[in-house]
T-cell receptor, first 112, second 112 residues
Framework: EDKVVQSPLSLVVHEGDTVTLNCSYEVTNFRSLLWYKQEKKAPTFLFMLTSSGIEKKSGRLSSILDKKELSSILNITATQTGDSAIYLCALCKGGGADGLTFGKGTHLIIQP | NAGVTQTPKFQVLKTGQSMTLQCAQDMNHEYMSWYRQDPGMGLRLIHYSVGAGITDQGEVPNGYNVSRSTTEDFPLRLLSAAPSQTSVYFC???????????FGAGSRLTVL
């Protein structure tokens, strides 16, 4: 059975800190790994990592895929209160039609 | 562009009642899907569709029906609501496959 495990489940840090969120997975026929940010409502897309694109960066956020260790990390540097959210890791496999398998998410709280 | 529109945003049902959650997208996306999000469980796939006239079951399909008569619309029907179906429901779509999904704002359903 496909599995996505995120850690930690919750994290409280102070503004300006750097955080690293973890995602490990077990899946047959890996296609891509995605990170989403969920604030009050809908998840919004952050990054997609594939075998041909194992590192992505956007501003203070970056993500790396380690296919050997079957894991990914999401880094946020110089955190701001607006980074407070639930961060979701999801797997896409095979032809991509079967839907995403999501982890339970990491609830990140940034204190001023 | 409106993106993915879900209605209603909130709904309270009594056990045994039926209802339909509406989902419409204006991005000409072929792929559409329904997820439910429960505390501590993450997002779980209910049903998905790879195009008009084609639907398939996800991880937790029991108690739900879908149809896809047009590219734009993908309604989710609860046949006989149960308290276990109390959840937040998200509709999501993508251009091809289940990778970079665009989510609707969610529908919070309470079954008494």
């Amino acid at each position: 059975e496909d599995k996505v495990v995120q850690s930690p489940l919750s994290l409280v840090v102070h503004e300006g800190d750097t955080v690293t969120l973890n995602c490990s997975y077990e899946v047959t026929n890996f296609r891509s790994l995605l990170w989403y940010k969920q604030e009050k409502k809908a998840p919004t897309f952050l990054f997609m990592l594939t075998s041909s694109g194992i590192e992505k960066k956007s501003g203070r956020l970056s993500s790396i895929l380690d296919k050997k260790e079957l894991s990914s990390i999401l880094n946020i540097t110089a955190t701001q209160t607006g980074d407070s959210a639930i961060y979701l890791c999801a797997l896409c496999k095979g032809g991509g039609a079967d839907g995403l398998t999501f982890g339970k998410g990491t609830h990140l709280i940034i204190q001023p | 562009n409106a993106g993915v529109t879900q209605t209603p945003k909130f709904q309270v049902l009594k056990t045994g009642q039926s209802m339909t959650l509406q989902c419409a997208q204006d991005m000409n996306h072929e792929y559409m899907s329904w997820y439910r999000q429960d505390p501590g469980m993450g997002l779980r796939l209910i049903h998905y569709s790879v195009g008009a006239g084609i639907t398939d079951q996800g991880e937790v399909p029991n108690g739900y029906n879908v149809s896809r008569s047009t590219t734009e619309d993908f309604p989710l029907r609860l046949l006989s609501a149960a308290p276990s179906q109390t959840s937040v429901y998200f509709c999501a779509s993508s251009l091809g496959g289940a990778n970079v999904l665009t989510f609707g704002a969610g529908s919070r359903l309470t079954v008494l």
